[in-house]
Nanobody, 116 residues
Framework: VQLQAFGGGLVQAGGSLRLSCAYSGRTFSSAVMGWFRQAPGKEREFVAQITWSGSVYSDSVKGRFTISRDTAANMVYLQMNSLKPEDTAVYYC????????????WGQGTLVTVSS
């Protein structure tokens, strides 16, 4: 499985950004897709996940971020609205075979910087 995340950049607080992740490899339609982030000096943390039954979000982004997928295009997206400086991080897309497995495929990360 190969994942390539892109779409990061510099945005002012309150602004929006959409991250994209291109997926190739094993069957995309059955994979569980997720977004994680790692801020400077901090551990990587879960942001959002999407399965066929729905999506879940961390409390810190709930109501501001939306994860979605385009199965035909093998793409996953993370729409980020009302961005805050504390959202500044390298964002990674990830995949796992199902909700019982670990995330075992990771993209290279894309940097999001939110200025105050």
């Amino acid at each position: 499985v190969q994942l390539q995340a892109f779409g990061g950049g510099l945005v002012q607080a309150g602004g929006s950004l959409r991250l994209s992740c291109a997926y190739s490899g094993r069957t995309f339609s059955s994979a569980v897709m997720g977004w994680f982030r790692q801020a400077p000096g901090k551990e990587r943390e879960f942001v959002a996940q999407i399965t066929w039954s729905g999506s879940v979000y961390s409390d810190s982004v709930k109501g501001r971020f939306t994860i979605s997928r385009d199965t035909a295009a093998n793409m996953v997206y993370l729409q980020m609205n009302s961005l805050k400086p504390e959202d500044t991080a390298v964002y990674y897309c990830a995949a796992r075979q199902n909700v019982y497995a670990n995330f075992d495929s990771w993209g290279q990360g894309t940097l999001v910087t939110v200025s105050s």
